[in-house]
């Protein structure tokens, strides 16, 4: 059964977007999105400090309905322009990236400073971004975005003194793409969740590609060798269920498997995550996804020794 945490609540109501069809109809729903917007940045109160800077580079929250629009800007470049993922009207009209999530989750930014962005006022441009969804908010509004596509209500009820932070939504500018920009964004993402007490972070991870049985080495790689152990694990939804193991664990060339992941599923099997039961084609987007789930417990120390200078052994 797919979970359901509470009934939606009217802000989420109002701006959840109707099915993706041809036509008007979607660009009206991404349009009633934008307003969700303009109602995030009316309710907002985001702290402004900084939370890691490396020399021009800054990684915080979004302040403005603004910034949000340069994030979603860039989401749209990268899924859309460069990636495979095919846009409803509305987000083809905007060139944006928007759906009523972004309505209620925080927003973290990585900002150029030394770079300026001509389509928003010439303000610092945005190159990397995490969508940042809590809990507290998720439960007010309808549940988390992955619960579309895994049933997450047993994970969830089984760890109830534990609260969940959903990660999604992450891209990094072509030039960018280095260690040094998702090193901040990570550092952004710890000082988050320490900041907030989190104690476990979630969400979906996509591979290229809607063709499992050419995913087939990756899948299997971390079916037998990140399976979440049964108090972590959560499958996806039946009627949307893909087969992970598809290929014997003898079978697999791990370091093969490991080239063939995406950069951001090798980070967080370096942290320690474990992988869901089953996958998830994203027509959509043109991926294949699997479940991420990341007890803040079991991420190694000399991680958070980096990520957190302050807790260096002296």
Not at 83 to 93: H, M
Not at 173 to 187: Q, S
């Amino acid at each position: 059964m797919a979970s359901r945490l509470s009934a939606p609540r009217s802000l989420f109501e109002r701006f959840r977007p109707a099915p993706a069809g041809p036509g008007v109809p979607g660009l009206i729903s991404s349009l009633q999105a934008y307003g969700g917007l303009q109602a995030w940045a009316a309710r907002a109160h985001r702290p402004s400090q900084s939370l890691g800077r490396l020399g021009s580079l800054e990684v915080r929250l979004a302040q403005t309905a603004a910034e949000v629009r340069q994030a979603q800007k860039l989401r749209y470049r990268v899924f859309y322009q460069e990636g495979t993922a095919i846009p409803n009207p509305g987000r083809l009209f905007a060139r944006r990236d928007v759906d009523a999530y972004d309505a209620i989750c925080d927003h973290l930014l990585v900002i150029d400073h030394a770079a300026r962005d001509r389509s928003a006022l010439n303000r610092p441009a945005v190159v990397g971004t995490y969508r940042l969804l809590r809990q507290a908010l998720a439960e007010d509004h309808g549940g988390f975005y992955t619960a579309g596509e895994f049933d997450i209500g047993g994970l969830l009820a089984r760890h109830g003194n534990m609260q969940f932070l959903e990660l999604g939504r992450s891209c990094v500018l072509a030039p960018y793409r280095n260690k040094r920009t998702v090193e901040l964004l990570w550092h952004g993402i710890y000082a988050y969740v320490s900041q907030n007490r989190f104690d476990v972070m979630i969400g979906c991870a996509s591979l290229e590609g809607t063709d499992p049985k050419r995913l087939a080495l990756p899948l299997s790689f971390l079916h037998h060798y990140s399976r979440a152990p049964e108090p972590w694990r959560a499958r996806a939804l039946p009627e949307r269920y893909v087969e992970m193991n598809r290929m014997s664990k003898e079978a697999i060339d791990p370091k093969a498997a490991l080239r063939a992941l995406p950069p951001l599923i090798k980070g967080y099997l370096r942290l320690g995550a474990y992988i869901g039961d089953g996958a998830v084609v994203d027509h959509e987007f043109g991926t294949t996804d699997v479940l991420i789930v990341l007890p803040f417990s079991v991420i190694d120390q000399r991680y958070i020794e980096h990520f957190d200078p302050s807790r260096r052994a002296a």
